[in-house]
């Protein structure tokens, strides 16, 4: 067998005998040095990466390079408007301090109390992505922030600093604390030969503490190092979550926001290392204190756990002074500085339980200072030799008392509402706010408030005498004092403030029985009928007039009708001015059926008793009964003529309708009953609900039993027994609500009358119609307050379909009663709560602040309550010719400026609303003046005047409040007489633009000895006179700048 094989083709192939085998070829092996040329590359490049690695931790030139180049990226700018590219921050403990984190709901709460955002920060499209990532936005950090407030003229008026005492700069640490704390925390961190250092990582640390989280993996020995730098430290406690690192990518997000933050101003780091270390002992978090709250910095920290003088313990750090006694400062403040940079590992151990545990290991970083040469031996030896003291915050409070006024109180409070937030967190928000106040003239009507207790002051300013004070009563009469301003856009608060240093405002805080203030409410809701009935009637002829049906009992229509009938000229104006011509009896003889029972009433000076004076006569010389009888009748119009009247339903006892029209009645109007009962409720939890139900009724043992065993059926008698006592304490603590009939305010509550009561009133013993007329409440106010009982979060529809049986049932109870006189007076009672429920709308549409008034006639004198800051609305809205408009307190909020979060945030008032015709208005501004200038405030006619001498137009409205509370026995007798507080109270208008309130007020048992009335404050007003006119003269709008709102 042989083999073939290619050959040159031209040569002739010999053969032969025999061929040997070919050997078969070697397989090609790699040469061993390719294998050695790999690993030496490879080692070349790793040791080439390891030096570049190391001369970049050593110098951090591509980090300052790369970062710089990046932070340069992320910026932000200001624009008007809403911004469509803003991230707010996470839940940092700084974000949420100073309220960056909260603008998601700050801004919503303020858009719906009209106001409107007017600037705020756009984001970059990197710095949108980048803060949307989780990072924390890179921006030079405030070192001190918290609550401004300025007048209208952009004056200081308050201004709240957090933290109050800090570094201002690095140059003003002692450098001994400077050192200090780099050889606790961050050694290297301020070194000068590394200009471009990354201040977020301490590569040595940084790798010890990651091995060290590789054997705790894997159980091996050895102690737990942290890595953190002072920059990161700063961004934890400022921005994580609850100031903790809660995880490793926790731990990387702070290092990389430490490091774009350390490199925004460009790759030089130095300075922003300097700051690092200012900032971290500005704001370290140091625990908190019970009464002070959080403690943040070193300066707050030496003051609050050792009660130090920051400065003081500073000038003693930095002092040379080597005498014993300078020594030993030096060393107890260096033990003090060094002890709290030690307790912020674990500060609420420490500073609390851990004393001795903090002792030990401050000893312990002494001696290593003195070891390491940071500190001297003297030094050392002194530190180790003194003792820190902890702070008696009972014996020493940490929270100092801020010097303060009314007007400073209310304007923190209107923000602390607005925002939903105490006032401690109020203050340590970035937030500046401008006020309406007019600071000066604040300040120096306060100095005159709290100068009238000066009885030789006080007779001076004609204080002293018949229906004013004593020179031993001076020092007990508290006074308030509000000025508005009426501006294009609404009524601006200039001045707001009282005597008193009490966190109580008797002007928006109170319910006050203000007296005759309350005609001005009467006689406004009656001139605003007689412009309706001028409506309805005004254009009829004479003969259409005169077949027009009006019943009986309306003395207003008649009037108004008989009236159109007679004159030809029949202008609203002239009709008005005729209206207010009316006469009415003040003779007090009569009894008034109201508030389920007989009463009288008096008239002030007993000279009236026999007049029949016009009701201009009667406002101006404030006489009672003129008015007692024109509330009577405008109940009378509400009842028989009024858009809700009732009535009618009553006169035709025959006809067969009745009860067709009965029940469309009771279901159309107990549904409108019930939707004005549930708008008082409606915001308001169970408790609150209850409390205004009652605060609403005249409260005796019979009507709280009958209460009681509705709502509560299954109530035990214990706890009835302790309703029914508990509220007719209550109701002994105030004038209001008293049964003048019964006189059973003040009777003995026995076991065995209560147990009789529990048995007499309990579930099934009377329908519901009879329980509310046992009580003197409407029924369905009644019903509903059970039904939101057993369902608190109930929607209106629910109760008008729960209600359906029940509202057929309160009106058919009418006719069950088979004597005419008993149903009778059911039918009054009844139809005088319904009449007030429409009186109380005419009210609330001109400012009245309370969601009922009391069912009695009473409330023409002022039973129902006020507050002088509306009344002084109402006053506004007359001299506006009628439009009512918003009451501005706060003008503008400007939320942490020169920030990525910056928000301008200005006021969108409403349009003003007309409330009353301009006729109406006008008309009542002509009869308020002749209180001025002829009546109850006389004494203060022509006092405010132009440079040229003219008075400026001035009227008003006094009112003196005696609440009292009084037994009755049989016939009405009075068993007794006790008075709880005293108010009298001018409210008024100067010129055109500014309109107030004035009221003198003594509370509690003392105001039993005082006989002052509302002449009290027309004089203190008068007083006032050089005070005020400089700032209404007309064209000065009180000297404030021009509010910035928003034009529509």
Not at 572 to 600: C, I, Q, V, W
Not at 754 to 773: N, V
Request: charged content about 20%; overall charge positive; aromatic content about 10%.
């Amino acid at each position: 067998m042989g083999a073939l094989w290619q050959s040159d083709s031209s040569k002739t192939v010999e053969p032969t005998d025999r061929v040997e085998e070919a050997p078969l070829p070697k397989k090609t092996r790699r040469p061993r040095y390719a294998w050695r040329l790999f690993w030496l590359l490879l080692l070349i490049i790793l040791v080439a990466l390891g030096l570049a690695a190391s001369k970049e931790m050593r110098t951090s030139k591509l980090q300052a390079r790369e970062f710089s180049q990046f932070a340069a990226s992320l910026n932000y700018s200001m624009q008007s408007g809403p911004s469509d590219s803003i991230f707010y921050p996470g839940e940092g403990p700084f974000d949420k301090r100073l309220g960056y984190s909260s603008l998601g709901e700050f801004l919503p709460r303020l858009l719906k109390r009209n106001y409107m955002i007017a600037a705020q920060t756009r984001f970059s499209p990197k710095l949108f992505n980048y803060s949307e990532k989780g990072f924390f936005v890179p921006y030079a950090e405030k070192i001190q922030a918290g609550l401004t407030i300025t007048d209208c003229r952009a004056l200081p008026l308050y201004q709240y600093n957090y933290p109050q005492q800090l570094y201002s700069s690095f140059a003003a640490i002692p450098p001994l604390v400077v050192h200090s704390l780099l050889f606790i925390e961050n050694r290297d961190l301020l070194d000068p030969k590394q200009p471009l250092a990354n201040p977020a990582v301490d590569w040595p640390r940084f790798g010890k503490a990651a091995w060290s989280q590789v054997a705790k993996l894997f159980h091996m020995p050895g102690q737990t190092a942290g890595g953190s730098t002072l920059a990161t430290q700063l961004e934890k406690y400022r921005h994580s979550p609850d100031g903790l690192t809660v995880s490793g990518s926790e731990k990387i997000r702070q290092m990389i926001s430490a490091s774009v933050r350390a490199y925004q101003d460009g790759p030089q780091t130095f300075t922003a290392r300097q700051n690092i270390v200012r900032d971290y002992l500005n704001s370290v978090p140091l625990s908190a204190v019970p009464g002070h709250g959080e403690v943040h910095g070193m300066a707050e920290g030496l003051r609050v756990w050792y009660g130090a003088d920051f400065n003081q313990v500073n000038k003693t750090l930095t002092s040379v002074a080597s005498d014993p006694l300078s020594l030993s400062q030096r060393g107890l403040a260096l033990r003090q500085v060094l002890s709290l940079m030690i307790a912020q590992r674990r500060p609420s151990h420490y500073l609390f339980k851990g004393h001795d545990e903090l002792a030990d290991l401050t000893d312990s970083h002494i001696r290593l200072l003195a070891q390491n040469a940071v500190i001297d031996t003297p030094l050392a030896d002194a530190a180790l030799a003194s003792k820190v003291t902890y702070r008696d915050w009972q014996q020493q409070p940490t929270l100092q008392p801020i010097e303060s006024n009314k007007g400073i109180s209310v304007a923190r409070s209107r923000l602390a509402a607005l925002l939903n937030r105490p006032l401690y967190d109020l203050d340590r928000l970035d937030l500046s706010a401008t006020s309406t106040l007019q600071y000066d003239l604040q300040t120096k009507a306060t100095e005159y408030l709290k100068h009238l207790a000066d009885p030789t002051y006080a007779a001076q300013l004609g204080l002293l005498g018949e229906h004013l004070l004593t020179p031993t009563s001076t020092t007990q009469v508290r006074y308030s004092f509000t000025l508005f301003e009426r501006t294009p856009d609404g009524s601006r608060v200039r001045v707001q403030t009282d005597s008193t240093d009490q966190p109580f405002d008797i002007n928006e805080g109170s319910k006050l029985e203000l007296g005759s203030t309350a005609k001005l409410r009467v006689l406004t809701s009656y001139l605003q009928i007689i412009s309706e009935l001028h409506d309805r009637y005004g254009a009829k002829t004479p003969a259409e007039l005169k077949k027009t049906d009006v019943p009986d009992q309306d003395r207003i229509t008649r009037w108004a009708v008989d009236y159109l009938i007679q004159n030809t000229d029949r202008s609203l104006p002239k009709m008005l001015d005729a209206a207010l011509n009316r006469t009415y009896s003040a003779n007090p003889g009569e009894s008034f059926f109201t508030g389920g029972g007989l009463h009288t009433f008096h008239n002030f000076r007993k000279e009236d008793n026999g007049r029949s004076p016009t009701l201009r006569d009667a406002l101006r010389e404030s006489i009672n009964l003129p008015f007692i009888r024109l509330m009577r009748d405008l109940v009378r119009y509400s009842t028989y003529s009024g858009p809700n009247s009732s009535g009618q339903l009553l006169n035709d006892d025959e006809n067969p309708r009745r009860q067709e029209y009965l029940a469309q009645f009771a279901d159309h109007e107990g549904t409108a009953f019930l939707l004005r009962f549930w708008k008082k409720y409606q915001k308001k939890d169970t408790q609150a609900r209850l409390e205004t139900f009652l605060d609403g009724m005249h409260p005796t043992a019979i009507r709280l039993a009958a209460v009681h065993r509705y709502l509560l059926p299954e109530a035990s008698q214990e706890s009835f027994n302790s309703f029914v006592r508990a509220h007719l304490k209550a109701a002994k603590s105030t004038d209001k609500n008293i049964d003048r009939t019964t006189g059973k305010l003040n009777e003995k509550l026995t076991d065995e009358r209560l147990e009789r009561l529990y048995k007499t009133y309990g579930p099934g013993a009377f329908d519901l119609p009879d329980q509310g007329f046992i009580a003197k409440v409407h029924p369905l106010d009644l019903w509903l307050m059970g039904y939101l009982l057993n369902n608190p979060d109930a929607k209106f529809s629910q109760i008008v379909k729960a209600s359906e049986f029940e509202r057929q049932e309160v009106y058919s109870w009418l006719f069950k009663s088979r004597h005419k006189s008993a149903r009778d007076s059911r039918i009054r009672t009844m139809l005088e709560i319904e009449a007030f429920l429409d009186i109380h709308q005419r009210w609330q549409a001109v400012g009245y602040p309370f969601d009922h008034l009391v069912p009695s006639l009473a409330t023409a004198i002022g039973s129902s309550g006020d507050r002088p800051a509306a009344l002084a609305e109402l006053i506004g809205t007359i001299l506006n010719d009628g439009v009512r408009m918003p009451t501005l307190r706060i003008d503008s909020l400007h939320f942490a400026a020169d920030t990525p979060y910056e928000t301008k945030v200005i006021n969108d008032p409403d349009k003003g609303k007309r409330v009353m015709p301009s006729e109406v208005a006008t008309a009542m501004r002509e009869a308020l003046s002749q209180v001025v200038d002829a009546g109850t405030a006389k004494r203060v006619a022509g006092t405010f005047k132009l440079p040229d001498g003219t008075p400026l137009a001035m009227g008003g409205k006094t009112g003196t409040g005696d609440n009292r509370i009084e037994a009755f026995g049989t016939g009405g007798r009075v068993l007794s007489s006790k008075s709880i507080n005293r108010t009298a109270t001018f409210v008024f208008y100067i010129g055109e633009h500014h309109f107030g309130t004035l009221t003198a007020f003594v509370p509690g048992v003392s105001a039993q000895a005082f006989k002052f009335t509302s002449a009290l404050p027309v004089q203190v007003l008068k007083g006032m006179a050089p005070i005020l006119t400089p700032y209404l003269q007309p064209g000065n709008n009180t000297l404030c700048q021009p509010a910035e709102v928003a034009r529509r």
